[in-house]
């Protein structure tokens, strides 16, 4: 997004946080487009972007449709229907629960997949280290987590 004047004249305010949350969306998007492509190469079908950002936010263990929908603010339906998906890849498993609820459980490839996407994030971590000196990820880490905190205090004033 410009900082500049619009087509019709109409100032644009400079700012930091616009910056910040540009930088932060290029970097989540190029980290996970590199997942998503050593995935693919390394044979897990249908490991895309937004496969691999609904499953980031399961739990290893058992899962539930209405909170993953929570969590990820999406419907229910999309829950169940992203979920039919991962079943008939390969991915995840639905077993009865209790009440009519299903439980959403990683199968065994869904695990792989998981900890594949660890060890690569974890070769990325070392090719990132090699660019700047120790203190940087750690020290960064912390800004961002700091930041994060201020930002949400700042939500609930408002």
């Not at 087509?7 to 946080?17: I, L, N, Y």
């Not at 989540?28 to 190469?41: A, P, V």
């Not at 000196?133 to 408002?158: M, V």
Request: proline letters at 1%; glycine letters at 6%; one cysteine or more.
């Amino acid at each position: 997004m410009s900082t500049r004047l619009t087509q019709m004249g109409t100032p644009m305010v400079e700012s930091q946080t616009l910056k910040l949350v540009m930088a932060a969306s290029s970097v989540t998007e190029q980290i996970s487009h590199y997942l998503s492509q050593n995935l693919q190469n390394m044979g897990y079908a249908g490991a895309s972007t937004s496969v691999l950002q609904f499953l980031s936010a399961l739990d290893c263990g058992i899962n539930y449709g209405s909170e993953i929908a929570r969590t990820l603010k999406v419907s229910r339906q999309m829950v169940a229907k992203t979920v039919k998906q991962l079943s008939a890849l390969g991915y995840l498993q639905q077993i009865e629960g209790q009440g009519k609820q299903k439980q959403i459980v990683f199968t065994q490839q869904g695990e792989l997949l998981m900890a594949d996407s660890r060890k690569l994030l974890a070769q990325l971590d070392g090719k990132l280290a090699n660019r700047g000196n120790e203190n940087t990820w750690p020290l960064l880490i912390e800004q961002l987590n700091q930041l994060s905190n201020i930002l949400a205090d700042a939500s609930e004033l408002a």
